[in-house]
């Protein structure tokens, strides 16, 4: 319930500044327009739009997950956070503000893309958003536990996709696949490793970053 | 009359190699108002920030007990309340919005009524409704008074608690802290002698340096 208000002030903090929600459009925006300049009239492969898919929100992730608690130390509201709540509560009201940022972002670049790519055809469309929401959860989770460490350090910009690209490598490489079976149209049961793999991550991303986070907030 | 007891055991704090106060040792075990004091840079609102949990001691610890029962450092925030010039509440919001968050997120029943009174107090309840970006330093000063005293905390740390508030500011700044000085423990972290003047023992942290270390 206090996660729960946390993620209300959150929301409604960004409805008044727009301090993420602006630099994901543009990210969106900017990311799959350059790919469909890039692509020109050039006939483009299955696999390589599932690729480029994961690739446009790996990078809109980055311009616009870490704000959680970026914003609150660049405004110097981490401490006033610290002292009306508990770590764990700040740590589950700030994903669950990710958690829903992200499904909404993903959903409108998932949207913009088969809009605009003819190859980006999903033929097992129940893998495809089991995979969206696995995928999803931990994209959130990874990128909130990066925001909240990289807030502490001084080159915030630089360190976010330092830190992110070894961490949400694996999930990247695992969703990249996936993506290709269900565009491939294969049953859920082949792809039974892949989906076992994203489950396990997920799990170790959540304990992790909780039995982390008390040491990550206290300076 | 609280229980509420705060040990500083041997508490040191380096940044690096700079040594900012070694073996702090000190029981606040009755109600009143206590002082820290020391120059500029002499670790006041370090110690401050160790007191709160908001920053670990290199070593030592900090005991928080309440009714006997120590409170785990999860825990604490439910039992303190601070003041201080880093203290910054959410400028995208009215007072009376940040406060409400702030209710929220602490879990407890905003409580209107204290609130008022105290934004009435303070000079603030016509201008509850204006967005803190808005505010004046002095104001946002005395916002930071309701912040720290709506939970009705034990402990209550202040840290330069008269900074940026004019004469009517600080008389009833003082008049608060006299009276939350006899329902639980306030601590007054300053070099102003009029705020120091109010504490009935006070720790000088130039005591606690190591000039050799």
């Not at chain 1, 609150?72 to 002292?83: S, Y």
Request: glycine share 6%; net charge neutral; aromatic share 10%.
């Amino acid at each position: 319930m206090k996660a729960y208000s946390l993620f209300n002030k959150d929301l409604a903090s960004e409805i008044r500044t727009r301090y993420a929600v602006n630099s994901l459009a543009m990210f969106i925006l900017v990311t799959i327009s350059v790919i469909l300049f890039s692509v020109g009239s050039e006939k483009v492969s299955e696999n390589l739009t599932g690729g480029l898919f994961w690739a446009v929100i790996f990078f809109t992730s980055m311009s616009g997950l870490s704000r959680a608690f970026v914003s609150e130390e660049e405004r110097g509201t981490a401490l006033t956070l610290q002292l009306i709540a508990s770590p764990t509560t700040v740590f589950s009201g700030k994903l669950l503000f990710n958690l829903i940022l992200v499904f909404a972002m993903n959903i409108v670049v998932a949207a913009l893309y088969s809009t605009l790519f003819d190859a980006f055809i999903i033929k097992n469309f129940a893998l495809f958003i089991a995979l969206f929401i696995l995928g999803n959860i931990g994209i959130a989770v990874s990128s909130t536990i990066i925001a909240a460490i990289i807030s502490k350090a001084g080159s915030k910009g630089t360190l976010y996709p330092v830190l992110s690209f070894p961490i949400l490598l694996p999930l990247i490489l695992i969703l990249i696949d996936l993506t290709k079976m269900a565009m491939g149209g294969l049953e859920a049961y082949s792809a039974y490793v892949e989906l076992a793999a994203l489950v396990c991550y997920n799990v170790i991303m959540i304990t992790a970053s909780y039995m982390l986070f008390d040491f990550i907030w206290k300076d | 009359m609280s229980n509420y007891l705060l040990k500083i055991e041997n508490v040191s704090r380096s940044f690096g190699r700079r040594l900012i106060f070694k073996d702090v040792d000190y029981v606040f075990n009755s109600n009143g108002i206590y002082g820290v004091s020391g120059s500029n840079g002499s670790g006041k609102s370090t110690l401050v920030k160790i007191i709160a949990g908001v920053l670990s001691p290199s070593s030592g610890k900090i005991i928080h007990s309440a009714g006997g029962l120590n409170i785990s450092s999860e825990k604490l925030y439910n039992h303190i309340g601070l003041v201080s010039p880093y203290l910054i509440l959410y400028d995208e919001f009215s007072a009376e919005e940040n406060l409400k968050h702030i209710a929220q997120i602490r879990g407890i029943e905003y409580p209107a009524q204290k609130v008022n009174k105290l934004l009435e107090r303070l000079f603030l309840l016509e201008r509850k409704d204006d967005l803190v970006r808005g505010y004046s330093s002095g104001m946002k000063q005395r916002l930071k008074f309701i912040f720290a005293l709506m939970h009705s905390p034990e402990l209550i740390i202040l840290d330069e608690p008269t900074s940026n508030l004019d004469n009517a500011g600080k008389k009833t700044v003082y008049e608060i802290i006299t009276e939350e000085s006899k329902a639980g423990i306030v601590i007054i972290a300053s070099n102003e002698e009029n705020d120091l003047a109010l504490c009935k023992e006070i720790i000088n942290l130039e005591q606690f340096k190591n000039k050799n270390a």
